[in-house]
């Protein structure tokens, strides 16, 4: 089911140009490795969510986790019902930052993911919490776009690729290891089973080694 327009809304780049741009500052939306490796300044951070979506491992990574004969799979967003839930961080990105941001996230983010912008909800109480942040998404369209696969399917590929940015198992222990830290009371329930698939094949390749 597609998401309801009033909860999300998309704007291409031009339009952020013209708009987020004229804010003092605007927020940048983590959902996968955004959560613990943000190599890019911000002054403030917000764990939250988006409504509309749900976080699966259906994107291929051929550089960062992976590499072109050997692409390893992360996480990117699908449409879904306006109830369902993504927890991550949102970072605020002060206006003076915002171009050289944008273009390192765009480099970082270049094997399928595109700028969308969405609303946002957090729990906390503080001052200049943002309404609305900006995500990156990879669709089904794109090149690199995997699509669904078993959980078992899915954790027989992480555990064997690795890119420039470490090794594929690495990033799902990681996200699961956040996930659990900044929203304990959410199963993610894709997450953490191919959490334990990947537990399950690193056990048994263990055993194999001893």
């Excluded at 919490?129 to 089904?140: F, G, L, M, N």
């Amino acid at each position: 089911m597609k998401p309801d327009k009033s909860e999300n809304s998309h704007i291409n780049d031009n339009e952020l140009s013209n708009d987020l741009k004229n804010h003092n500052m605007f927020w940048i939306f983590g959902y996968g490795s955004l959560i613990w490796k943000t190599n890019f300044p911000f002054i403030k951070k917000h764990p939250g969510y988006i409504k509309g979506y749900t976080r699966r491992f259906y994107q291929f990574s051929p550089d960062h986790r992976g590499t072109n004969d050997l692409p390893g799979r992360v996480v990117t967003l699908l449409p879904s019902t306006n109830e369902s839930r993504v927890w991550g961080i949102a970072y605020a990105i002060e206006n003076r930052d915002i171009d050289n941001v944008c273009a390192g996230l765009d480099l970082r983010e270049q094997a399928g993911y595109t700028k969308k912008v969405v609303q946002f909800h957090t729990k906390t109480n503080e001052n200049q919490v943002p309404s609305e942040v900006t995500v990156y998404i990879a669709d089904e369209n794109n090149e690199w776009f995997a699509g669904e696969a078993s959980i078992q399917q899915i954790a027989s590929r992480i555990a064997v690729c690795s890119g420039t940015s470490g090794s594929n198992p690495e990033y799902v222990h990681k996200l699961a290891a956040e996930m659990r830290r900044i929203a304990p009371e959410e199963d993610d329930k894709h997450l953490f089973e191919l959490e334990l698939a990947l537990k399950s094949i690193e056990n048994k390749k263990g055993k194999q080694i001893l």
